[in-house]
């Protein structure tokens, strides 16, 4: 079937690279430039579609006139968007007869929007997954067709969990693919009700606040750590970066020292082991 994919990012070369294996035709890849103020630390699907010699497009704007045209023109069977960082307009879905699927990067209708491994370690979940789901006008609230899921443990980071999600792109499509193409892809509403919705992170996000739990921060500094911008906190008239730390007891001011060996910071609960700092 010929399809078209937006991708970016591991998870998107990892879907090309299966859907490859699948033998889906893929007419078309739309894809981002490298953002200079970016640390990419991630593959590029532009340099993955030249050595598959894919063809690939970076537009900055996927959803203009021009683009539009083309793609119905190309007339696709299947529309797949892979961590696409642009919402991808009505008139373009609408093209795909076999439908328009986005995976997203969490156990929707949790974690809709922008960042949500990140979020996840946030907010101190035990676990999250990929959801490949219809793709309707509003983002990450269409039907869903499968589901994967993964354990978080209490020493992953937004690296080490996103590492886990990749292989299980594969997973979910060899699962999906041939149902989608026989028009037996499950639709599943989602409970609206229970969604939740997150913005994108910005590095000021990092900034800690020492009245929080030593567990809230804890989780704040594994989210955030490299290759991300880092926790960090105003101490003694500098900015110090916190990439790895621990929890204790320990009962102080929030933001007092209560140890110089190890490093040991009071919390609004319990303390935090600053255990690499920067």
Avoid at 174 to 181: D, H, M, R
């Amino acid at each position: 079937m010929k399809t078209i994919v937006y991708a970016y990012h591991d998870i998107g070369c990892e879907a090309l690279k299966t859907l490859s294996d699948l033998d889906q035709d893929i007419v078309a890849v739309f894809t981002h430039k490298p953002d200079p103020k970016e640390n990419v630390w991630f593959a590029s699907a532009e340099n993955f579609c030249h050595d598959m010699g894919l063809p690939v497009f970076t537009p900055e704007n996927c959803n203009s006139e021009k683009w539009i045209r083309k793609v119905k023109y190309m007339a696709p069977d299947i529309i797949f968007s892979f961590y696409y960082r642009n919402l991808i307009c009505e008139d373009i879905l609408h093209t795909a007869s076999y439908g328009a699927f986005n995976l997203h990067g969490s156990l929707l209708p949790k974690y809709r929007g922008r960042a949500p491994v990140n979020w996840a370690i946030v907010k101190g979940e035990k676990e999250t997954g990929l959801t490949l789901h219809h793709m309707v006008l509003k983002a990450d609230a269409g039907d869903i067709v499968a589901q994967k899921k993964v354990a978080i443990s209490r020493e992953d980071t937004a690296l080490t969990l996103f590492k886990k999600l990749v292989p299980l792109t594969g997973e979910i499509l060899k699962e999906t693919v041939p149902l989608i193409e026989a028009g037996k892809a499950p639709r599943v509403p989602q409970n609206h009700a229970m969604a939740t919705k997150f913005p994108g992170r910005t590095p000021e996000d990092g900034r800690i606040d020492w009245t929080k739990s030593s567990e809230e921060i804890y989780n704040l500094v594994r989210a955030v750590t490299r290759p991300y911008p880092g926790a960090f906190a105003d101490m003694d008239g500098r900015k110090l970066t916190i990439w790895k730390a621990d929890t204790t007891a320990g009962v102080g001011k929030p933001g007092e020292i209560l140890s110089q060996t190890p490093l040991t910071v009071a919390c609004g609960v319990g303390a935090l082991i600053l255990k690499e700092i920067e």
